[in-house]
């Protein structure tokens, strides 16, 4: 790593080089390992060197570590988090770098009345975790306002059209694409109605805030809901129709049939009232939270022959999928 620590030395504005970093504290589980390395870039012209002197070393990057499982044993690579956060808006169109808080994006858009991403207010993290997770709240999902996302390739700089972005519910191709640094994104809302969009905001907040206490240690669902048309026999038999909603059941319905709210593993709980909210009561493991999504898992297969599916990103484990 020597060859990393000699650009940070030359550059120690526009990187930031940590050793052994836990990684517990960029997370908001906060739990998990250390990463061997992590290094914060803060200008985007320096990737194709930083990535260069990376060549061969494990490496994954990361935003604001809001949808993320660290492994105990940490993650003996390097992390790279691209941490440009700019927000502008030039002839009708926006551009934000990823490193960005989401929250900052939506209250850029919410200051100007402009429409299209109010509903996804509260929603933690970077913008980069939200284009590479298609993120959504409310029925607004940022697949929706953007119209192309940039990279750092591994070799180069390159434009990605929404077309190309292979966004899926809680998807993109850019999952495809791991050794790919989102960079920033062009994002086209519609003019609102400001005062609506205000209040829509603040409510929405308020909802979330209730459900999601900003300092519980989680990240959100843990699992991803479920599109009607994919489900068995066994499970579409037992589904009562008023709890699909836009051609999707949410897993939490069928967590919740299998006794999953209040369960506990060590320091980890479910959420007494929310199915699919596994949160950490302080000091809890990785190893339990994996425990109890197995377990979540594996009473869902037996009981309605259904896999549930992981919204949350594994970071440091060999055994894990993340989807
Ligand atoms: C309380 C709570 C509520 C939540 N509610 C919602 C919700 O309503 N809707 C929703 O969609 N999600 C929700 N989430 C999940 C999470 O907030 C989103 O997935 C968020 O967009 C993740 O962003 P992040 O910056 O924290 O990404 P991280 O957790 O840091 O990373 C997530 C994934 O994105 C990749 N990634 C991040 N940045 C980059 C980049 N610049 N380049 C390449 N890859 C990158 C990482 O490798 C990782 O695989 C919630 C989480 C919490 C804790």
């Known amino acids: 790593m020597l060859a990393l620590a000699e650009i940070a030395q030359r550059n120690p504005k526009e990187i930031t080089l940590m050793e052994n970093e836990p990684l517990s504290r960029h997370t908001r589980f906060g739990l998990g390992g250390a990463a061997r390395w ?45 941490t440009g956060r700019k927000i502008d808006r030039n002839d009708g169109v926006s551009l934000a770098e990823a490193g960005a808080v989401w929250q900052d994006v939506v209250d850029f858009h919410t200051e100007l009345g402009l429409s299209g991403m109010e509903r996804m ?21 940022i697949m929706d306002f953007v119209e192309s996302v940039r990279v750092f390739d591994g070799v180069g700089f390159r434009e990605v059209a929404n077309a190309d972005c292979g966004f899926a519910y809680r998807t993109s191709g850019f999952k495809a694409r791991k050794n790919w640094v989102l960079l920033s994104a062009k994002m086209r809302l519609a003019a609102g109605d400001a005062l609506e969009i205000r209040q829509t905001s603040a409510e929405i907040l308020a909802t979330r805030n209730e459900k999601f206490p900003p300092t519980m240690k989680c990240a959100g669902s843990i699992f991803k809901n479920l599109h009607v048309a994919n489900l068995g026999e066994k499970a579409l038999n037992r589904v009562p129709p008023g709890v699909m909603r836009m051609g999707k059941v ?10 999953s709210k209040g369960m506990k593993r060590g320091g980890i709980e479910v959420a007494s009232y929310h199915a699919n909210l596994i949160y950490n009561t302080g000091g809890g493991t990785a190893v339990e939270v994996c425990a ?14 259904l896999r549930l599916e992981e919204e949350v990103q594994y970071v440091g484990f060999k055994d894990r999928i993340s989807h």
């Not at 207010?121 to 999902?141: D, K």
């Not at 939490?252 to 049939?257: G, P």
């Not at 109890?292 to 022959?305: P, Q, T």
């Open 38 to 82: 992590m290094v914060d870039v803060h200008d985007a012209a320096l990737l194709p060197e930083v990535m260069g002197a990376l060549d061969g070393t494990e490496t994954i990057t990361l935003g604001g570590g809001s949808n993320l499982i660290v492994a105990d044993g940490g993650y003996d690579g390097v992390v790279v988090r691209y």
């Open 121 to 141: 207010t509260g929603i933690p993290g970077w913008l980069g975790g939200a284009l590479y997770g298609n993120a959504g709240a409310y029925g607004q999902t």
């Open 250 to 259: 949410p897993s939490a319905w069928f967590l919740e049939q299998v006794g």
């Open 292 to 305: 109890l999504i197995d377990d979540l898992k594996g009473r869902v297969l037996a009981e309605f022959d």
